[in-house]
């Protein structure tokens, strides 16, 4: 199956820093999403992105399909912005209903 | 507002008993989804529907069983036979099972007593 690794596993942020956040994939994924998973387990849809680039408020992703790799950018953040921030994705096959999820980055935003 | 339900939120199962997790939509979504969360790790497919009175084994589906009468709700029963049921259940749906994005609900907590 297609491999995936999210980077880096841990992030300490202090407030108002920026960070960026990487998925790389073995092969072509379809799919691609980004998650908030809030420290309640509230898994939030940040973007859905199976290529190009999209932005929402302080946050932005970019997905190059091509290369294999998706990036989450954190910029100004905020104590809210703590949790586990997970990609995932489908394979190729039409068959292949499920998201396959990545290993998550821990992100702690200190104030 | 358009979203997902799940109830309870916390569930406590005894050994020996079957619990059932509930799981509404009100997106009229065609594809429902069920995922089991473990501490640390990302979420894996129990089960899924592409539509009503049909679903599929996911890759963990052994002791768990589901059903789909209606399009709004898709119920999940984990079984006496899951002999490690303590999770994080996450109940998903999507437009369709084309390439479309899954929207989640808020999660189940079950725990054995």
């Known amino acids: 199956g297609i491999q995936v690794e999210q980077s880096p596993p841990d992030l300490i942020l202090q407030e108002g820093a920026n960070s960026t956040l990487r998925c790389n994939f073995s092969d072509s994924v379809n799919n691609l999403q980004w998650f908030h998973q809030n420290p309640w387990g509230q898994l939030i849809n940040l973007f859905y992105i199976p290529s190009g680039t999209k932005q929402n408020g302080r946050l932005s992703a970019t997905t190059v399909a091509t290369e294999r790799y998706s990036l989450l950018y954190i910029s100004s953040s905020q104590t809210t912005d703590s949790g586990v921030y997970f990609c995932?994705?489908?394979?190729?096959?039409?068959?292949?209903?499920?998201?396959?999820f990545g290993a998550g980055t821990t992100v702690t935003v200190r104030a | 507002d358009g979203g997902i339900t799940q109830s309870p939120k916390y569930l406590f199962r005894k050994e020996g008993q079957n619990v059932t997790l509930s799981c509404e939509q009100n997106l009229n979504h065609d594809a429902m989804y069920w995922y089991r969360q473990d501490p640390g790790q990302g979420l894996r497919l129990i089960y899924y529907s592409q539509i009503v009175n049909d679903f599929q084994k996911g890759d963990i589906a052994e002791g768990y069983s589901v059903s789909r009468e209606k399009k709004e709700s898709f119920p999940l029963t984990v079984t006496s036979a899951q002999k490690n049921p303590t999770a994080f259940y996450l109940c998903?749906?999507?437009?369709?099972?084309?390439?479309?994005?899954?929207?989640f609900g808020d999660g189940t907590r079950l725990s054995i007593l």
């Open positions: 998903a749906s999507s437009i369709g099972t084309g390439f479309q994005p899954q929207h």
């Open positions: 995932a994705f489908r394979g190729d096959s039409s068959n292949d209903y499920k998201l396959s």
